[in-house]
Antibody, heavy 117, light 111 residues
Framework: QVKLQESGPGLVNSSETLSLTCTVS????????WSWIRQSAGKGVEWIGR???????NQNPALESRVTMSVDTSKNQFSLKLSSVTAADAAMYYC???????????WGQGILVTVSS | NFMLTQPHSVSESPGKTATISCTRS????????VQWYQQRPGSAPTTVIY?????PSGVPDRFSGSIDSSSNSASLTISGLKTEDEAEYYC??????????FGGGTKLTVL
């Protein structure tokens, strides 16, 4: 059973960079596409972007200029950086894995990020 | 890009059948797979249907998914409703660039 665990600071200062990591256990990071998704009361569920273990990325055009994603296959981790955060970026952030062959989607437990002004 | 439209809420009695629709605004619903996620209060979403109609192991067979090209919509049907099915349900698909698109969510009330 694949398990995903998000980690990172729960509080980020406005204008700074949000950095989150997702650790994958119970499966190979090479067998999935990895996405970041966030959820807030104001914007509902929003897809941020996805990355393959080979480094191919797709990003939400609305966030593309501020998003950097990376994969560390040696640690079975993938990461998100979101620069120049504002209050609008406060949300629950989830890492999500979609099986390359099965199409099944795994969700992490989520991490709540607050933006301080 | 397209939108996925879901009813804001659905209510049904225990033991009955509830159906939640997800209508694609443009392009064919059959063009890209549809997933359904269940989110109980205070918890992360979990997948109840993927690839239009596939049910993960551990999800009761009371849950089923389908696609209707005539209405350009997907549906999640839950039969034999239980109070534990009360949750928010989201549909999700992909656009031609493999960007994820989510519906606005449907609150299912079982009472």
């Amino acid at each position: 059973q694949v398990k995903l665990q998000e980690s990172g600071p729960g509080l980020v200062n406005s204008s700074e960079t949000l950095s989150l990591t997702c650790t994958v256990s119970g499966g190979s990071i090479n067998s999935y596409y990895w996405s970041w998704i966030r959820q807030s009361a104001g914007k509902g569920v929003e897809w941020i972007g996805r990355m393959s273990s080979r480094g191919t990325t797709n990003q939400n055009p609305a966030l593309e200029s501020r998003v950097t994603m990376s994969v560390d296959t040696s640690k079975n981790q993938f990461s998100l950086k979101l620069s120049s955060v504002t209050a609008a970026d406060a949300a629950m952030y989830y890492c999500v894995g979609k099986g390359l062959l099965t199409g099944f989607v795994y969700w992490g437990q989520g991490i709540l990020v607050t933006v301080s002004s | 890009n397209f939108m996925l439209t879901q009813p804001h809420s659905v209510s049904e009695s225990p033991g009955k059948t509830a159906t939640i629709s997800c209508t694609r605004s443009s392009g064919s619903i059959a063009s890209n797979s549809v997933q359904w996620y269940q989110q109980r209060p205070g918890s992360a979403p979990t997948t109840v249907i993927y690839e239009d109609d596939q049910r993960p192991s551990g999800v009761p067979d009371r849950f089923s998914g389908s696609i209707d090209s005539s209405s350009n919509s997907a549906s999640l049907t839950i039969s034999g409703l239980k109070t534990e099915d009360e949750a928010e349900y989201y549909c999700q698909s992909y656009d031609s660039s493999n960007h994820w698109v989510f519906g606005g969510g449907t609150k299912l009330t079982v009472l």
